[in-house]
């Protein structure tokens, strides 16, 4: 039972122009949340985090909403650059705040083109 | 900065082989987590170690071991391997008893033939 979800497979996108991609939960009591960037061959990369106090958290290019209602979150990259092609995972920590084993979701294959 | 550092980074083993990861954790991390991670799936956790304890368990099969030294370094033991367990094994490591973002390893990748 896959308790986030990221429903898109895969994503393309050209330079310079936004990437969102997207992940479903189901457990409303899920009250902090982080995003994982994987390039191939290498370990999964921290990008941002947040907590179901803030809607939001920004950082850099990098943005993530959080729709408490609806249960989703998204990843907001803008500008999006070729070196932003990579997997992306959203998890959360079984602590329910910060700590604990993280539970991925399936990943969203970004690629951005020049 | 210092990263998660594991070894190898490439094994091939044969089936009924043992098998054994190391991690080293980031410099003053005291918690480390083993994820594995198979073909086009996500990363399942596998067993995690805090201050050289267990903390929790996943998914782990009984062939499998692994304990966290004084250095807190950790190893992951693999006995009885089988093809199944061909996959690329992370390590990750945070601080405070896991309280704070885990950081990964670039991983190793185990081929059992």
């Known amino acids: 039972d896959q308790q986030v979800k990221q429903n898109s497979p895969s994503l393309s996108v050209q330079e310079g122009r936004i990437s969102i991609l997207n992940c479903d939960y189901t457990?409303?009591?899920?009250?902090?949340f982080l995003w994982y960037k994987k390039y191939p061959a290498e370990g999964p990369t921290f990008l941002i985090s947040?907590?179901?106090?803030?809607d939001k958290n920004e950082d850099g290019r990098f943005t993530v909403f959080l729709n408490k209602s609806a249960k989703h979150l998204s990843l907001h990259i803008v500008p999006s650059q070729p070196g932003d092609s990579a997997v992306y995972f959203c998890?959360?920590?079984?602590?329910?705040?910060?700590?604990?084993?993280?539970?991925f979701g399936q990943g969203t294959i970004l690629t951005v083109h020049p | 900065a210092a990263g998660v550092i594991q070894s190898p980074r490439h094994l091939i083993k044969e089936k009924r082989e043992t098998a054994t990861l190391k991690c080293y954790p980031i410099?003053?991390?005291?918690?480390v987590y083993w994820y594995q991670q198979g073909p086009g799936q996500d990363p399942q956790f596998l067993i995690s170690?805090?201050?050289?304890?267990?903390?929790d368990k996943g998914s782990i099969p009984d062939r499998f071991s692994a304990q966290q030294f004084s250095d807190y370094h950790s190893e992951l033991n693999m006995s009885s391997l089988e093809l199944g367990d061909s996959a690329l094994y992370f390590c990750a490591s945070s601080t405070t008893g896991g309280l704070d973002t885990q950081y990964f390893g670039p991983g190793t990748r185990l081929t059992v033939l």
């Open positions: 947040i907590s179901s106090i803030k």
């Open positions: 410099p003053r991390h005291d918690t």
């Open positions: 457990n409303s009591m899920f009250d902090y």
């Open positions: 170690f805090y201050e050289k304890m267990q903390s």
């Open positions: 998890a959360y920590p079984a602590g329910g705040t910060s700590y604990g084993k993280l539970t």
